[in-house]
């Protein structure tokens, strides 16, 4: 009787599961799914390792000194193996005026790649990112000249027999949107002190031929990169590949073009299909120049505070779409891509949101899309912006 009545059960229990009602075959949701689940846990310097010749395509981010010995380092060692210096290089930290040298800087990012085998851009550029001395208003064309002529000759000197250096920027923000050189102005906010030095018979300012100059004498064996800031802005652009073929002509030598990419969300560039285009022929015009192409100091400022998630959503896209066009070109020339910064800042008051990674170090959906559209090495833009 019991052997009976357990079979019954059985039975009644195989019909009522087997039934084609949906309240039956309905399966509860995964209450505390895995946020991560499907996404790359690779890091970017593995998936760049496995999927690419990383001799000529570079993905890294930029370091702040004192970031060294910190969670950031942390995060950078794990995920990057290429890493420029956040203002570390330049005029204003190591020679900001005579007799004043400061090579701490210096020596220790220097000595940060070689432990840790980075390669490494060195962004101590001539240019408007210069000293309070040199840009007030009351110096002479004599000292700012034997100021920068300095700075130059011993940083090229200091860094060319550094295995780990393979890049310079040599001049920065020399040209504005409107294709006019960037100059001085009154007072020491934002200007470029060293085109009031004077220009050449062909009105190119001579501290942009000094600098190439002094850097293909001292720094034999490093590449040597022309950086741009703005848009695309096809006049300015036009200016820049103009000096660069005039420089090359007069026997100097330029290894590369540097853009900047500092992206705004209120601004249409990445994700606009014609700036995209044009990014596409100015990475072929370099190419078909000799010039490696670098994205040097890329970032996302979204205007929410906080954003959404379509500003997350935007500002993924923005990345990713410039990560596409050098993964399109990699089989041109050079190309390298290298943030200008790791994660967001923890100060409310001046937050921009403007990295792949949170004010905690948790990666936004701009570090997923990078790596999957590296991983894949998709080439198919998105666009949102007409």
Known sequence: ???????????????????????????????????????????????????????????????????????????????????????????????????????????????????????????????????????????????????????????????????????????????????????????????????????????????????????KEHAPNISLVFNQHQGMQPVMWDKVKETILYLKNKGLRIDGLGWQAHLRDNVILSLNKEQFDYLLSLIDWAHENDLDFHITEIDYRMTGDPPNNSEYERQANGYANIAKALIAKRNNGVVTFNTWGVYDKNEVSDHEYKYIYDSNLNPKKAVDLLKSSLKNKDITPKFFDN
């Open 1 to 215: 009787m019991k052997n009976t009545i357990i079979k019954l059960l059985f039975v009644f229990l195989f019909i009522n599961c087997s039934s084609g009602s949906d309240e039956s075959t309905v399966i509860d949701k995964d209450p505390d799914p895995d946020p991560n689940s499907g996404k790359i846990t690779d890091s970017f310097k593995k998936i760049m390792s496995d999927e690419y010749n990383t001799d000529t395509f570079k993905f890294g981010a930029t370091l702040n000194f004192y970031q060294f010995s910190s969670n950031v380092e942390d995060l950078f060692l794990k995920e990057f193996d290429y890493v420029v210096a956040e203002n570390s290089f330049k005029q204003t930290i190591v020679h900001p005026e005579p007799d004043q040298w400061n090579w701490e800087r210096v020596d220790a990012f220097l000595d940060f790649a070689n432990k840790n085998n980075l390669q490494m851009r060195v962004h101590g550029p001539i240019g408007p990112q210069s000293s309070t001395w040199a840009k007030t208003d009351s110096r002479t064309n004599e000292e700012l000249i034997k100021n920068y002529e300095e700075f130059l000759t011993e940083l090229c000197k200091k860094i060319n027999n550094e295995n780990n250096v393979k890049w310079m920027d040599v001049v920065n923000e020399t040209i504005d949107k409107n294709a006019n050189w960037t100059i001085e102005k009154a007072g020491t906010g934002y200007q470029n002190p060293w085109t009031q030095i004077g220009e050449n018979e062909d009105g190119i300012p001579l501290y942009i031929i000094r600098s190439f100059e002094i850097a």
